[in-house]
């Protein structure tokens, strides 16, 4: 059949695969849950009906590099940066091809194909033609170390063709190709790595028929005419319209043009030279192939990122030069069920690279466009135009440009709105007047100086704040100030704290308020003279002068009841029933807290903590222990009246662990005993939680509940709950009950607890529904933790339990917290995200805040700003630390503003704004349909695009797509959010995993949700045992792996290690110490500790990951077409989802059609 016919394009959003009926892929803990019924999602409401499917204008291009973080990227930008025709082939930092008058190269005279040697395949990143400033030792997402020589910065390029240049790259998105401008290093996303021919449908989602899905732009306009390879990107207009440099720097455009019939392709001369492009050229692709494209064909030819399609470049003759890079096919050979289609050979390998010799889908040294490596012979007709996704942005390739360019340096804060690295980033922060990025970070550093500038432009203006970060070492932590009996200097009026902002004046005897303008006496003991630059002369002496961030110690004036705290205390809370200890569960937490309780929190110096311990089991009744230190043996004390909870015992339940070790040691010996034969299979919850919280009130103290808990708690008692699970809601309007709590008993349940200063971690361990939207409750708003295990079993999940009690019991917490916010005028704090609880608008409760949790905080225009003094925001928060001292933790931080939209855009930060628009539609979902929760954010952020290109971009064609430099990244997050559990679960998700999942991400902070949204992939093959870098990321799509090599994926939850069909068999031995690929377990959850290089380097990058992470993350072993890999591709984030999710190709069109209708 001809390829210009309509030919299958998978099924439509919302449709099951085939092949994948009955899968039953593991839950979030890895194991085993009920079939998968289809998905009941609908479709993705692409576009409108009625949208007009018009041609798009011309003169749009697609680019891969992107400039450094700061300007816009444009096609037409003074840096060069040219638009990606023929897949990632990276220019060496030369002199630009000389281009014909016709448009078409000059050959510069080199094959590209023949950089590196055989088998050098190269994966992610291009390596930058200059040499990296550090050796990027200990960052996180390392980059390799190796500087790329001139001749070498074709780093990663393609296998083969890509996707048929701008043909198929152009099918969806009628010709969306980027074309931005780089102002330092090359940067051409990750480049291509050979065509999706194998994969699993990942594009199928925008179908051509039916309005509410994504259908194809039309395929009019005149033909691009070939590319100018290596030419500023003011002539990369192919013949088209140029757009003009966008203000402040390039936009990235992905040019959105189509090819019209008749057009001839350049000579085959136009083979992409080796070295002769100037050094930001970015990537180019050679025209498109010889033949007309059909009127109408992008909207019915199959979208090629849908990888079962064979609809990648026709089979090409086995390469001559080595492959230069793994190519972008599936994991299995033949498609399941697409047939192929003539002209297109299969590749026997899945087109998988790595192997080393010649495959048969990757061509010799690149021909030339006419003939794209296809068997010698007449032209083959163009496969459909789709856009190519080496073209477009790429989160690996910003993160190590932003590695490369910010890593070396030391972050000073002295200056007023300055963007802070990415958190990907391992840098430096110097505090010297704002608080440190690893505390707060905002969501745009400029702020608009009206609110109706911030409403056009729909940027939400927001903090994530972290206000017991815990530093790096090589980072001084707040200094302690001690002011005496008076206490912290005030202002008068708004109680701001003293900061480096106040401005004294009349000799240092007044300051007035930076927040609220007030004039205030400086008393007495604090009076300093000035300098003549009216600077306190102990500006340096004093850190509430000089730096971002300190604390003061309290006074009594901000204690409870004006009474100096007690030390905090631990109360362990240990369910025995049937289940929990038939697991053996209990045994496992009993043998624990007998080392752990040595390492509980402790200040400073002190020898031994100052936290008292307390246990509790129970089941249908409560069974309390006196472990005073007299006693010969610990004394049990059972409480059966459960309906009117209180504590049998008040001297000898909370105890000293030294003076007291030998009863409790004996205790924690004897309770699996005593329980060994229980039969009790029903639980109580909420009595657990109150006696608890009597035992704290009790002993006049703040503290936490540590609950391991098994089931839902259906015995006769308070806060008793049904099984009210039902799959059936999902999609409809009910669908937002699922993750409200059923009951509203435990709202007022966590309002006791904090009034008490008592906060709850909880651990679950459910073998089936047990409630957690409810369940959740009181520790989200009490501020603690939630941790869950499904299906736990002590084999495979002891050591991602005990890792996570570990850290959890030992992790630094503040209790009894208050935080608030005060800004200066003209904005303020409006709504509040996280694990706390609200009992006025203005300040933040928090029973326990650790130094995990982030506490989000959006602000909203009151009045106008001058972009003179700026916006500045301070964040208190006052709470008892671990050893009971009262103080007050101060982080200040002041902002820009601006009159132009240019420089709002200019200075966002797009990992926090994900942080934010996730947290917010995490929220929504409790009060709104799902539905209109998506629908929400795809219509904020392309009316913050649409603003961008208004407003801020220069007159170009409508078929153009500019993104903002600082936000080219925001489509392919925001995709990854929508395509999240919590938004469009597939079918094997459990309502109490996407509840889990809500109330972790609500107090993230920014690192952990850029992993958890757009997961970490590394190729492990490119490991060097020797060294300490890492090898560069790769994008999370099936396209870009590799049959012959394994990948590390991290997520923040979990840890997969993928192996490919055909790794070497030295490899596996090394790693799994098992001599073939059929004898890997999948049931692996450690690595063996093997006595090699490679071994031992793969165990301590797994390691470091584990580090880095807040909760240990259990290792999957994953073996390629294994019952795993389905859950695998699930986190291979830029393709097509099973439950319906958009690829980040076929989302990219979608938001340039919601941008271009909401412009017109």
Known sequence: MSVNQPTHTGPPYGQPQPGYGGYLPPGYGGQPIPTVPTSQYGAYNGPMTGYPQTAPPQGYFPSMGFPSKGSPVSLDSDASFTPNFIGSLRAPTTSGAPVSASGTLVPPGQPAYSQFGQGDVRNGIPASTAPLQRPPASQQFMPGTTPTSATQSAAFQSYGPPPTSTQQLTNHMAGMHIGGASTSVPSPGVLGYGPPTSVPPASGSFTSSGSGQYVPYSNQGPPPPAVPHGLPPTTLSQGLPMAQPAISGPPSALNLSHQAPGFAPPPSSSGVGASNYPPAAGVSRPPPMQGTSLPGQAATGPLTSQPNHVTSPPPQPAMTGPPLGPPMAGLQGPPPSHPSQP??????????????????????????????????????????????????????????????????????????????????????????????????????????????????????????????????????????VDHGESGPIRCNRCKAYMCPFMQFIEGGRRFQCCFCSCVTEVPSQYFQHLDHTGRRVD?????????????????????????????????????????????????????????????????????????????????????????KSSLGQPQMMVVSDVADMFVPLLDGFLVNVNESRTVFTSLLDQIPEMFADTRETETVFAPVIQAGMEALKAAECAGKLFIFHTSLPIAEAPGKLKNRDDKKLINTDKEKTLFQPQTNFYNNLAKECVAQGCCVDLFLFPNQYLDVATLGVVPHQTGGSLYKYTFFQVETDQERFLNDLRRDVQKEVGFDAVMRVRTSTGIRATDFFGAFYMSN???????????????????????KLSEESGALLQCAILYTSCAGQRRLRIHNLSLNCCTQLADLYRNCETDTLINFLAKFAYRGVLNNPVKTVRDTLINQCAQILACYRKNCASPSSAGQLILPECMKLLPVYLNCVLKSDVLQPGAEVTTDDRSYIRQLITSMDVADTNVFFYPRLLPLSKLDPNSDSLPPAIRNSEERLSKGDIYLLENGLNIFLWVGANVQ??????????????????????????????????????????????????????????????????????????????????FLCHMHKEIRQLLS
């Open 343 to 480: 002209g297109y050979a299969l590749q026997q390998n899945g087109s998988f690279g790595q192997n080393r010799g010649t495959q048969p889908n990757y061509g010799p040294p690149y021909p030339g466009p006419a003939n794209y490596g296809s068997q010698p012979g007449p032209p083959q007709p163009p496969p459909p135009k789709r856009l190519d996704p080496d073209s477009i942005p790429s989160p690996i390739q910003v993160i190590e440009d932003d590695r490369n360019n910010r890593g070396s340096e030391p972050f000073i804060t002295g200056v007023r709105g300055q963007v802070p690295p990415l958190v990907t980033t391992n840098f430096l922060v110097k505090d010297q007047g704002n608080a440190s990025p690893r505390y707060i970070r905002c969501t745009s550093y400029n702020i608009p100086c009206t609110s109706d500038m911030a409403k056009q432009s729909q940027v939400p203006l927001a903090a994530v704040i972290k206000p017991l970060a815990v530093l790096p070492a090589e980072e001084a932590p707040p200094y302690l």
């Open 539 to 627: 500006y340096y002496d004093r850190p509430e002068l000089s730096l971002g961030s300190y604390e003061f110690l309290a006074t009594v004036d901000y204690c409870k009841n004006n009474k100096y705290p007690n030390p905090p205390a631990y109360i362990f809370m240990i369910d025995v029933s049937y289940n929990a200890v038939r697991s053996g569960l209990v045994r496992l937490i009993c043998e624990e807290l007998k080392t752990l309780l040595d390492y509980l929190p402790r200040e400073g110096n002190m020898e031994e903590s100052a936290i008292r311990v307390g246990f509790v089991t129970y089941n249908k009744v409560l069974h309390f222990y006196n472990v």
């Open 841 to 863: 608008t203005t300040d933040v409760e928090l029973a326990g805040l650790d130094c995990e949790k982030t506490i989000t905080v959006e602000f909203k225009h009151d009045d």
């Open 1065 to 1146: 068999q030295g490899l596996i031995q090394n790693l799994f110490g098992v001599a073939s690929f059929g004898q890997i377990s999948s049931n692996m959850c450690v690595l063996p500790v093997l006595d090699n290089p490679f071994s031992k380097r793969v165990r301590s990058v797994i390691d470091m990951f584990q580090s880095q992470r807040s909760r240990y993350m259990k290792l999957m072993v994953v073996k390629q077409e294994d019952k795993l890999d389905l859950l695998f591709k699930h986190f291979l984030v830029e393709d097509k989802s099973m439950n319906g999710g958009a690829s980040y190709v076929d």
